[in-house]
Every structure is written in C-alpha cells, then in structure tokens.
C-alpha cells in the first residue's frame, strides 16, 4: 500500500535530531518562552527574509492574533478565497470581522487577482491571501490591487514554507504572513504549533503581547490578550526540521516532476509559471470523474485526499454567514485530488502511482 503520508516514516530519517532535541528541552527545566522559541523564531525570520518572528500555539491563532493586531474598524469585510480551507475564514469571523469570497484562478487554485473588484465593497480593508497547495498567489496584482483601494494584506501561509514569487518568500508580501507547522505541512511540528513574521515593528509588539495574556511583562497586561504560545518543545523540534527544510522541499519538487513527466494528458495537472518557486505541500490534479479515479487507486493499493470536499459557503457552520454563487470553487472542490507526495515517498512510489492512474481509462 502506497499511503498518502506516513509521519512516521517522514520524520525516521531525522529521529535522531529529534530525540536529542527533546531530552535537551526535559532536562533544561524550561518549558515555555525560554531560549528554544527565541532561537526559533530568529532561525525562522531569518529563513524567510522578515524581520520578527513571532512563535504561537497554532496557524488558527496565528491568523486570529494577525487580523486582531491590525486593529481594523470591528466588521470590516475581509476578502478571501472562495475555495480556502475554512480556517482562514473561521480567522475572520473570530477576529469580529466578515468574510467576502473571492474566486480562485481554476488552474492554481489560488485566489484570482481578476476577480477581486467583484467582491469590493465600501466596508473592506483588507484581503487574506492563502497560497494553498505550496504555491504563491500572484502577489503582485494583488498587491498592486490593495495598494489602490488602501487594503492590508494578511498572509496566510499555512501550505507554502519556503514557497516563492519572483524570489521573495511568500509571508514577506503583506502585513503579516501566518504559517502552521501542524504535523503534515513541509516544515512540521509533532504536534500543533504556529508563527507569524512581518517587518512591522508595532505590529510584532503587539503580537508579543496578544500571544500571552496581551503581557510582555510578568502580572503586566497592555491589551486583552490569549494564552498562545509556541512551546519549547515544538520550538526545538522545529528547529531541527527547519535545519533540513530545503532538503525536503527539493525531494519533494523532484517527486512532482515525475508526475509532471508521466502522469496522462488527460489529467488536468497545476500550473507552473517561471517566476513561482512551487514547493508542492499538496500535488493536486483535477479530474471530471474525481471519485471514480480516487476509487481505482484505493482498488490498486493507493491512498489519496481531497482538498477539500466541501466549499466554505456549503458548510452548515457557515449557512447564513457566507452566501451567493460560486462555480469556479465548487469544480474545484467537486475535481480535486491529492496524490501521495512526501517526504516520505520514493521515486519508486511516485512511478507506481502514474502507472496506476495509466490504467484507469484503459480500465473504465
């Protein structure tokens, strides 16, 4: 059986680093916002060319704190991708804000620049990009776009470490760029854990504070804050995997060549353009007959995902939140399929899993 990811055979070849890290953090005695999260977050900006780096409990709260520090008007619109994991919206909503979708380009399953002058309103003031799939949105119309209209940008970067537009790391665009480092993302934690960088002096302040009871000094509270704190421990393992994320995500870019190079014609691949730096967290493809083909791999021994089955505007939480009618969205969400594509994986793995989707039309 080919699993679609198996963090026990990802995280193997750096057991070692790892169990070490560990017994360092047991035996220090410190436990939270010590020296490991320091040291992290000066490795991580650094990494990503931003100046703060600011360590949390998750890439939910990462997005929360971000928008909450920005200190926008309470309910402003907020735009965002019609087909987005739910998170970033359930961020906007939770900051006191509202969501107004934008639709995606139907190739890179990116947030479309075209469509954001649809979705404008008088009440908007910012946008919240996610790159999904390891690739950047077009950060230079949106920019440009956000510029015009005197919007923020919020990053929501959760899919794309080390990810890149014309060399610049995605995160560095925006106000803020919000990473997870959940355990299945390229640069993952064992556990849930979470940052947000930007180059904004007052804003990393004042998300030091809002990560910890809104206090950067002890019994202190400057803001009415959270307890969201990167743990040491996730801080240490993380900078293990941080020392080997490029290695990771070169693996991973050779893997979705052989896709590129062997997978049919009749499979509608991603789209690469020259100037993005694809790190492929997720290697979708698009296919009319999604779950008839997902059903053949499993028959075959080949596990896949979808991301997502469901778009935000269907989710009963969302029913008399989001609204309206959005077809780019729902052929994505009704034609994706994630094929295997970790670190985990081997060439041969990767070649197996063409060979089986060979198969499927000469078989349906």
């Known amino acids: 059986m080919i699993e679609y990811e198996s963090l026990a055979r990802s995280n193997q ?39 703060h780096c600011i360590g949390v409990a998750n890439g ?6 971000s928008i909450e520090a920005l200190d926008l008007p309470k309910g402003s619109d907020i735009l965002v991708a019609s087909n987005t994991y739910i998170a ?32 404008l309103t008088k009440k908007t003031r910012a946008i919240c990009v996610t790159h999904l799939f390891g690739k950047s949105c077009r950060m230079d119309a949106i920019g440009t776009f956000a510029k015009e209209h005197g919007l923020r940008i919020i990053e929501d970067c959760a899919q794309s470490h080390g990810a890149k537009l ?25 556990g849930d854990a979470g940052a947000v960088v930007t180059n904004d002096d007052a804003l990393a302040d004042r998300l030091r504070h809002l990560r910890n009871y809104g ?41 979705a060549e052989i896709y590129f190079t062997h997978l049919p014609d009749w499979l509608h691949l991603p789209r690469r353009r020259a100037d993005e730096y694809d790190v492929f967290h997720i ?35 969302m029913q008399g939140i989001l609204s309206g009618s959005w077809p780019v969205a729902d052929e994505l969400h009704q034609t994706e399929l994630s094929l295997p594509i970790s670190v985990g994986h081997t060439r041969e793995d990767i070649l197996r899993v063409c060979d089986v989707i060979q198969q499927f039309q000469r078989a349906s």
């Open 13 to 51: 070849v750096y057991m070692t680093e790892l169990e070490n890290a560990a017994t360092s953090v047991i035996r220090s005695g410190w436990y939270v916002l010590g020296q490991e999260v320091s040291h992290f977050e000066n490795e991580f900006a650094n990494y990503i060319g931003a100046k």
């Open 60 to 65: 939910l709260d990462a997005l929360i704190l």
């Open 88 to 119: 970033t919206i359930l961020a906007i909503l939770r900051a006191g804000h509202c969501p107004v979708l934008v639709e995606p380009e139907l190739e890179t399953f990116n947030m479309d620049p075209m469509h954001l002058a649809k979705s």
């Open 166 to 190: 014309a060399n610049q790391m995605t995160g560095t665009f925006g106000d803020a760029g919000c990473f997870s480092f959940y355990p299945t993302k390229n640069l993952g934690a064992i």
């Open 215 to 255: 206090s950067k000094q002890k019994y202190v509270n400057e803001y009415v804050g959270v307890n969201s704190r990167l743990d040491e421990m996730q801080a240490a393992l993380l900078r293990v995997k941080l020392r080997h994320l490029d290695e990771m995500t070169h693996h991973k870019r050779a893997l």
């Open 283 to 317: 290697f979708g493809v698009r296919h009319p007959e999604r779950d008839h083909l997902k059903a053949w791999l499993l028959s075959e021994n080949v596990k896949t995902e979808i991301h997502y089955p469901i778009p935000p505007y269907q989710q009963k939480a």
